[in-house]
């Protein structure tokens, strides 16, 4: 599962977040088994907003019980991405790029037929 957080502070929002929490909302409608989404304040980082953090290979429960986006154990295989600037394009780009790790990593984990 994929866990997408949009930070919605004032500043994310004046610097455009608004225009991307409608699209990731129609990529979850998509696959809701796939996307988590989630909407948070500010972390700081103004300068870089609107900030997109992608959190991979995290299950229902791991999400609800760790609010903070920089925790998880990476030796599990979770990953955290912090986009900056974020465009409605380059929102489709992060997405796509995100759902290919996913598919490999699924692949990856799938024993191999034996002839």
């Not at 979770?78 to 490999?104: M, N, S, W």
Request: charged residues 25%; contains cysteine.
């Amino acid at each position: 599962m994929l866990e997408i957080r949009l930070f919605r502070g004032s500043c994310g929002d004046a610097a455009g977040a608004t225009e991307l929490w409608p699209l990731l909302q129609e990529v979850q409608i998509k696959d809701p088994s796939t996307y988590l989404l989630k909407q948070v304040g500010c972390v700081g980082l103004c300068y870089q907003e609107p900030l997109v953090a992608v959190r991979e290979n995290i299950s229902d429960a791991e999400a609800a019980k760790n609010p903070d986006i920089f925790q998880g154990d990476p030796a599990s295989g979770q990953t955290t991405f912090l986009y900056g600037k974020v465009t409605p394009q380059d929102l489709a780009l992060i997405i796509k790029f995100h759902e290919g790790r996913q598919q490999r990593d699924q692949q990856a984990a799938r024993p191999h037929d034996i002839l």
